[in-house]
């Protein structure tokens, strides 16, 4: 079987001017049709047809053949038709011509390959690319616009409607004249959508540019009970950001997947870090993000083995990988002499909620209270609060108590909700809601201090570990008021006291403190870093 491609390509366009040689993804337009051909497994001859000196010369040196094209065949008004018949030297000598569109470079060999073939299966004289796609649309009868359709149904429920993608005509070559490339027996061969774009706009050419270039990301992440499911929430974060949907890997033997929440991303449990790197040697991200909390140099080294090519990001990292990443964000820490690892309250990633909402106005009094210790609270700080806010004394104030997803005890703590100045939550959706409408905030020193700081909620902080007790940003320096790792219930309520009795205007410089700090534009700077790597 002998298969001709021919790849039209003049140099007169006049929208994009020098379109088929822009460079696109690192290659001119051009060098994805011609790659294309030539790596086909059907395809026997490629022939590129072109008044162009640039074209020529890519085309001879990737191997394809060239055919200097009429003056007479290169104007706006002639079409395909005559250019590939003039491009076939002798149609007896193939028995299919492939018309292949430079303008088509999101097409894949495979999908070319497979329509080629259905071809020839189904002994077609004519196999034409394109995509279903179905819409509700109008056209013009006697003059009126009138609708396409008897009955308005929604998109998944319409018939089919095929519209050509320009990526190829797959043509007997008995059937190719000057006139038509159209045989008797025609069908159309369906495209995955993301290889269905053709360029004839800049709008074309900058989404076609997109897609060559797009990352190829995964997020390990891992959080519990005693690591804290912060990690869980920035991955999420993170996965957002990217034009693509990420392959989110976590350990099964120490996460649990109800952690993640309600999410459609594309969630991922390994058996252990061999399982981890099998997966990626597979894949071959382009990018790579931990965060794990702590990586050694050995895990680094092997994720380094199966993922050469890849940018590997680090986040709040304190383990020596941090010597074999590209890039580490510790928003946690202060300050770094290492050029990979930025650190600092600049890099904070909040939660998208959290943009909609204005910093709280200081009342003339304390009135209500918010009290969180993040996704685990491995010291139990909620159950203590819990015991010490239930007594008498405390009722003239109302409380709100978050449980996180990772915390043990939580059918025992909703028992609080009894009291009728207490309000108990679990894993609760929108926590900028319930936070601003709070005067203070009781915390630890991980992602919810960030949270009550970015909406100027005065607040006690407390550590929960000692990797906590090194985070930087949640201090008194900061507008936060700092009692350690592991206070006494008497530290602990004699400072609630404090707080409460607070007045307005000291209430108020705690906020000023607070409000200095810029956490609203962290995600900007920390994907702005990462795909600038």
Avoid at 107 to 116: C, P, R
Avoid at 154 to 179: D, H, M, W
Avoid at 237 to 266: C, R, S, V, W
Wanted: aromatic share 10%; hydrophobic share 35%.
């Amino acid at each position: 079987m002998k298969i001709l491609a021919v790849i039209p390509a003049r140099a007169g366009s006049k929208g994009i001017p020098n379109k088929n040689i822009r460079i696109i993804g690192g290659r001119p337009l051009i060098y994805y049709a011609i790659k294309n051909a030539l790596s086909s497994q059907y395809i026997t001859d490629v022939i590129v047809s072109t008044d162009s000196p640039e074209v020529a010369i890519i085309a001879k040196q990737m191997g394809a053949e060239c055919r200097w094209r009429d003056e007479s065949l290169c104007g706006d008004a002639v079409t395909l038709d005559a250019v590939i018949a003039d491009a076939v030297p002798s149609a007896t000598k193939w028995d299919y011509v492939v018309t292949m569109q430079p303008t088509s470079p999101t097409l894949s060999v495979e999908t070319l390959d497979k329509a080629i073939a259905y071809a020839m299966e189904n002994d077609l004289d004519t196999l034409i690319s394109a995509i279903n796609a179905p819409h509700l649309s109008w056209g013009v009868k006697d003059g009126k616009k009138v609708p396409n359709y008897t009955e308005r149904l929604n998109r998944q429920y319409l018939p089919p409607c095929y519209l050509e993608t320009g990526a190829f005509v797959i043509s007997k070559a008995s059937v190719v004249t000057p006139k038509t490339r159209i045989g008797s027996k025609v069908d159309v061969f369906e495209v995955p959508e993301n290889e269905s774009q053709d360029v004839d706009t800049f709008s074309d050419l900058q989404s076609v540019a997109a897609s060559l270039t797009k990352q190829k990301v995964a997020i390990y992440v891992n959080g519990n009970n005693k690591r804290g499911v912060g990690h869980i929430y920035r991955a999420l974060e993170l996965a957002d950001e990217f034009y693509t949907k990420p392959d989110i890997y976590f350990d099964i033997n120490q996460t649990d997947p109800k952690i993640f929440g309600t999410t459609t991303h594309n969630l991922i449990p390994v058996n252990g870090i061999a399982e981890l790197f099998d997966r990626c040697k597979e894949k071959q991200y382009t990018v790579f993000i931990n965060d794990i909390l702590t990586t050694s140099i050995d895990y680094m080294i092997g994720l380094r083995s199966v993922l050469p090519d890849a940018k590997i990001v680090n986040f709040e990292d304190d383990g020596e990988g941090i010597l074999k990443a590209d890039l580490v964000f510790n928003a946690l820490y202060h300050d770094s002499t290492m050029p990979q690892i930025r650190a600092g309250e600049k890099y904070y990633i909040c939660g998208k909620l959290f943009m909609f909402y204005d910093p709280i106005q200081i009342q003339s009094e304390v009135k209500r209270v918010f009290i969180s210790f993040g996704g685990a609270d491995p010291q139990n700080y909620s159950d203590r609060l819990l015991s010490m806010i239930s007594k008498p004394e405390y009722s003239q104030y109302h409380f709100v108590v978050v449980l996180g997803r990772a915390k043990h005890n939580v059918k025992e703590l909703l028992e609080y909700n009894q009291y009728p100045n207490i309000e108990v939550f679990y894993d609760v959706p929108n926590m900028p809601e319930l936070m601003s409408t709070c005067d203070i905030g009781v915390t630890s020193r991980g992602r919810t201090g960030y949270e009550l700081a970015l909406l100027g909620i005065p607040s006690i902080a407390m550590a929960q570990n000692k990797r906590e007790e090194k985070h930087g940003f949640v201090c008194n320096e900061n507008g936060f008021t700092y009692i350690g790792l592991n206070p006494e219930d008497e530290m602990i309520e004699s400072t609630l006291r404090m707080y409460l009795s607070f007045s307005q205007e000291v209430r108020q410089r705690f906020q000023n403190q607070l409000l200095s700090h810029d956490l609203r534009h962290g995600r900007k700077r920390v994907m702005s870093i990462i795909n600038n790597l």
